[in-house]
DNA sequence: CCGACACATAAGCACAGACTTATTTCATTA
DNA sequence: TAATGAAATAAGTCTGTGCTTATGTGTCGG
């Protein structure tokens, strides 16, 4: 759950693929490897990765294991670009906007 | 100014280190290397990396060259972080928070 | 001009990491 | 309980990349 870990993770274009699907809809791994033309050990791993990053993570269901995302990864990032906040002056409004139509 | 290029760039310990010192305050490629045991060459290929990112941008000043904080390389960050705004909910207060210090 | 200095580029090396095939683990079901 | 199927792990390969030393480029002061 480092920010070495998140951003290692997030360098992946497969995994930034990946994690886009996920942000949809969760998905099992065999599911998300629909499209992508990689190997099932390939997937488990990038899942892996992801998962030790704090972006997604899993729930078991039978035989399958069911992959949605982590929103403590996200929010891990948010702390992160909040410390440069003083270089986005003009991005804040929008940023509170947002979360004032998140309140309700 | 891809993602990729974005987040590649700050996958590398020693670039977020640079980065971060870059966001106190502009320094010249020298002074960067201050307390970082690292070659010339390397500083001068890491901050190479940070420009084509568009995280750091340059400023001739003679034979100097001056590096500050690019605002559209973290904008960008930004616009991705709120593709996944749907995930953060559960954050709001403590992003509120962090707002709220950001404002004074 | 010429030496020194700041920085960039070149070339090569060594390690990290993304991939593969093969195998293992674990849950389901016949 | 044997067979199947989903996913994880193991082991090995190959590419990418971060580092080094060496050299090139450009700017300033004597």
Same mark, same amino acid.
């Given at each position: 759950?480092?920010?070495?870990?998140?951003?290692?993770?997030?360098?992946?274009?497969?995994?930034?693929?990946?994690?886009?699907?996920? #942000?949809? $809809?969760? +998905?099992?791994?065999?599911?998300?490897?629909? %499209? @992508?033309?990689?190997? &099932?050990? #390939?997937? $488990?791993? +990038?899942?892996?990765?992801?998962?030790?990053? %704090? @972006?997604?993570?899993? &729930?078991?269901?039978?035989?399958?294991?069911?992959?949605e995302?982590?929103?403590? %990864? @996200?929010?891990?990032?948010?702390?992160?670009?909040?410390?440069?906040?003083?270089?986005?002056p003009?991005?804040?409004?929008?940023?509170?906007?947002?979360?004032?139509?998140?309140?309700?």
């Amino acid at each position: 759950m480092t920010h070495d870990q998140i951003f290692k993770a997030l360098a992946d274009p497969t995994r930034r693929t990946i994690f886009e699907r996920l #942000a949809t $809809s969760g +998905h099992n791994a065999s599911e998300l490897r629909e %499209g @992508l033309s990689i190997s &099932q050990p #390939a997937m $488990s791993q +990038h899942l892996s990765v992801l998962r030790s990053a %704090g @972006l997604v993570r899993e &729930q078991r269901q039978g035989r399958f294991v069911n992959y949605e995302v982590d929103p403590d %990864g @996200l929010a891990s990032i948010g702390e992160w670009l909040a410390k440069y906040r003083a270089y986005w002056p003009a991005r804040i409004d929008d940023l509170k906007t947002l979360l004032k139509d998140m309140d309700q």
